[in-house]
């Protein structure tokens, strides 16, 4: 009876889990660079040079690699959340969001060292992190940081520590979204580039349905 009380309880929590998808509709200009000044643009950078092989790659904004979309609202963090990394001598996503009192975890896939510190936070140091391991820190406390690293001054991000956070997405470049097992109930979806909140959506209603597909989020060029 026990056992079957137990299964009984393991269906309905599973039930109740909700899958959710949706897309960004990321404008082409959207996150362009400034304009350099002249003697800048005549040192071309090596991804824009030809080799001979293969066609210099024009600048482009990858919205899986600069954006993060959360849901906030009550309730305890859903599971199955994706993950942070330093892939290819970058933040993964650069943006990075966390829950307050929720330990934060970045994996170093590249083959050297990173030394990630957020500025001014008080628990996120700059301690190295080896190659294949995975840096863990509590976050406490809710607030905004830039992050950079020490040794590679071109490894940046944004640290957003969040203290209702229930779940973070997944995220393509092409602007599709996936949140996993979201508990039913009333949520606020938040964009996050950078140190900027770019767009934000009170009242999303989940219910008990095994999967929901918002409607599309349109992103302006100016991020809102």
């Known amino acids: 009876m026990l056992v079957l009380a137990g299964l009984l309880l393991t269906v309905a929590s599973a039930a109740m889990a909700v899958d959710v998808r949706g897309t960004l509709r990321v404008p082409s200009d959207y996150g362009g660079a400034p304009a350099e000044a002249e003697d800048e643009t005549r ?5 824009e040079e030809w080799n001979g092989f293969l066609d ?3 600048p482009s904004f990858d919205a899986a690699r ?4 959360v849901l906030t609202g009550e309730g305890a963090m859903a599971e199955e959340q994706p993950g942070h990394e330093v892939a290819n001598g ?4 650069a943006t990075i969001v966390e829950r307050a009192g929720a330990t934060l975890r970045i994996q170093n896939t590249d083959p050297m060292s990173h030394q990630l510190t957020a500025e001014g936070h008080p628990e996120f140091g700059p301690t190295p992190t080896s190659p294949g391991l995975t ?3 509590l976050v406490s406390e809710a607030g905004s940081w830039p992050v950079r690293d020490v040794i ?3 490894v940046r991000g944004h640290l957003h520590v969040l203290p209702d956070l229930v779940a973070r997405a997944r995220l393509e470049g092409d602007g599709t979204f996936h949140f996993r097992n979201v508990a039913p109930g009333t949520y ?3 964009v996050f580039h950078g ?4 767009h934000e959506q009170a009242g999303v209603e989940i219910n008990d349905t095994r999967e929901l597909t918002l409607e599309p989020i349109a992103i302006s060029a100016g991020g809102s």
Do not use: C, F, S
Request: charged fraction near 35%.
């Open 152 to 154: 590679y001054g071109h």
């Open 135 to 137: 840096r863990q820190l």
């Open 56 to 58: 210099p790659r024009d």
């Open 66 to 69: 600069e954006l993060a979309v």
């Open 90 to 93: 970058a933040l993964r996503p």
């Open 195 to 198: 140190e900027r909140m770019i």
């Open 188 to 190: 606020t979806l938040k």
């Open 43 to 47: 040192r071309n950078r090596y991804w």
